[in-house]
């Protein structure tokens, strides 16, 4: 009758941020995604770097994908702090 819609489909699982100041020379992006592991759980995948190279990379193991999306909440609301938009 209804669709069962998920909590996590509510969430995002893909968030890109800029933060750009051109007084400062300050050209930088942010971007996280929720990948699915090999071992049923989920992994955050954070990048991050100046806008137009290729920057670093990191990838943060969670037991599941709501463990995840909590962390990538968590790490946007920091980032908008900051000036990240």
Known sequence: MFDTVSQLEIFPTDLQMRRV???????????????????????????????????QMMVEPHADEGQAVTALMKLARVKQRRGYA
Do not use: T
Not at 29 to 35: D, G, H, V
Not at 38 to 45: D, H, K, Q
């Open 21 to 55: 100041d051109p007084e400062r020379n300050m050209r930088r992006f942010y971007r996280m995604s929720i990948q699915p592991d090999l071992f049923g759980g989920a992994s955050l995948v954070r990048e991050w770097g100046r806008i137009g190279y290729r920057g």
